[in-house]
């Protein structure tokens, strides 16, 4: 699991089934300490999360299968949780009450 | 999963029994300011799309989940046509439409 940056939306009228009634969230995904890295991914929201929320992210097929409940999907990348604060070496290095201004986000 | 533009077909004649109906696309994944990330490659279009589409693919093991036949050697699937990928309320991905 790893965390990352809700940073958009992604809007897909025609897709294989089991997508089908799924939000898909654009996902940047971040350092502890927030530095995007990695790649930019696109996940199932399965946590009501939003644009400018952190979130916890699972990026492997059976966990995504059995959250779901769809043995047979190819599901791979889910949004799990959305992330309160994080303490990294005995202090906050994200906190979500202090609302972020979205700019921060801007890519 | 991961955003991506489709960029070229590829037609092979031959192919593994139970990927004869599925076509086959290049693909150019983005990130999310619509720039070209990583290389591209070739995913079977389970979803019928075309060069010019934004689409969203998966990979791994999830990409022959995702064909009609599901034990099939393909680790790239396109799953969905996007009609719109927004970003802090700017869409990302036309620039060259």
Redesign the interface.
């Known amino acids: 699991m790893f965390l990352a940056d809700v940073?958009?939306?992604?809007?897909?009228?025609?897709?294989?089934a089991v997508?089908e009634r799924e939000k898909?969230l654009?996902l940047?995904p971040v350092t502890p300490d927030g530095r995007a890295t990695g790649?930019?991914?696109?996940?199932i929201d399965r946590a009501q999360a939003g644009?400018g929320d952190r979130v916890l992210v699972i990026d492997e097929?059976n966990s995504a299968r059995q959250m779901l409940g769809c043995p047979?999907?190819?599901?791979?990348?889910v949004v799990v949780g959305v992330v309160d604060y994080v303490e990294l070496g005995g202090s906050l290095s994200y906190d979500h009450r202090e609302r972020r201004p979205?700019?921060e986000?801007?890519? | 999963?991961?955003?991506a533009r489709v960029i070229g077909r590829v037609v092979a004649t031959t192919k593994y029994a139970g990927l004869e109906a599925v076509p086959l696309q290049w693909i150019q994944?983005?990130?999310?300011?619509g720039a070209d990330?990583?290389a591209a490659l070739v995913a079977a279009a389970?979803?019928?799309t075309g060069p010019g589409d934004l689409v969203?693919f998966?990979?791994?093991?999830?990409?022959a989940?995702?064909c009609p036949e599901?034990f099939v050697p393909v680790d790239a699937?396109i799953?969905?046509?996007?009609?719109?990928?927004?970003?802090?309320g700017r869409e990302?991905g036309w620039e060259e439409r």
Not at chain 2, 29 to 33: A, F, I, M, Q, V
Not at chain 2, 58 to 63: C, L, M, P, Q, Y
């Open positions: 940073v958009g939306t992604v809007v897909s009228p025609v897709q294989i997508l898909l654009l940047r790649k930019t991914r696109i996940g644009l097929g047979e999907g190819a599901l791979k990348t979205l700019e986000l801007g890519a | 999963m991961y955003l994944p983005l990130d999310e300011t990330m990583g389970v979803v019928s969203h998966v990979d791994g093991r999830e990409g989940l995702a599901t699937a799953v969905g046509f996007v009609e719109e990928a927004a970003v802090l990302i």
